[in-house]
């Protein structure tokens, strides 16, 4: 039971334009939810957070959405860079952020020059 | 810096023997330790739980008896993946948090391979 997806594997975007990639959830708990880089043989590196308290967080280039209601989150990029190019994962977990987390299946973001 | 050490950072063993990962908070203590893996092209699956001083919380389908989960000190927690066999070959992955669950910082990662 997959309870965090991204259901698009993979996205190619031209260097200085958006990208914007995609999380869905089912559990209905979460509470908080975080964005992570992850390179092969690496461990993810965080991004960004946002609490289901707030709709929207901005960290310089990175932007999550949350819709609740839609349980859907969202990862603006902008403008891409190629060292941007990598595997994203949205995770979730319940009751505040040291919680185990639970995440989604990951999306490959290439960032075409 | 690297607030989380993990090692080592690859692995090659033979079928049957034991083999142990190391993860470290190197500058606070971390009251819990997650403990990750994930196959080629597929997502991290918690495998456990671990508290300092207490036994560790396994996930479904997770064999405690093969993984053996130590913490037993506020920087230290120690994965042991017993009688190794080839299906067990995963890079595993440690997170660590504080007491107050402010941050969560995650270990580099160890690429088990087993022969």
């Known amino acids: 039971d997959q309870q965090v997806k991204q259901n698009s594997p993979s996205l190619s975007v031209q260097e200085g334009r958006i990208s914007i990639l995609n999380c869905d959830y089912t559990?209905?708990?979460?509470?908080?939810f975080l964005w992570y880089k992850k390179y092969p043989a690496e461990g993810p590196t965080f991004l960004i957070s946002?609490?289901?308290?707030?709709d929207k967080n901005e960290d310089g280039r990175f932007t999550v959405f949350l819709n609740k209601s839609a349980k859907h989150l969202s990862l603006h990029i902008v403008p891409s860079q190629p060292g941007d190019s990598a595997v994203y994962f949205c995770a979730a977990s319940a009751r505040g952020v040291g919680k185990k987390l639970t995440f989604g299946t990951g999306t490959r973001l290439t960032i075409i020059p | 810096g690297a607030v989380v050490s993990q090692h080592p950072s690859r692995v090659i063993c033979k079928s049957g023997t034991s083999v142990k990962i190391e993860c470290r908070s190197l500058?606070?203590?971390?009251?819990?330790m997650f403990w990750y893996r994930q196959f080629p092209k597929q997502s991290l699956m918690l495998m456990a739980t671990s508290n300092e001083g207490s036994k560790a919380t396994y996930e479904q389908g997770v064999e405690k008896d093969k993984f053996l989960i130590n913490h037993a000190s506020l920087t230290l927690s120690t994965l042991t993946v017993t009688s190794a066999h080839p299906e067990d070959s995963s890079f595993y992955i440690c997170?660590?948090?504080?007491?107050?669950?402010?941050?969560?910082?995650f270990g580099s990662g160890t690429q088990l391979s087993v022969l």
């Open positions: 997170s660590a948090t504080d007491r107050i669950f402010e941050k969560l910082f």
């Open positions: 559990n209905s708990m979460f509470d908080y």
């Open positions: 500058d606070f203590q971390a009251t819990t």
């Open positions: 946002i609490s289901s308290i707030k």
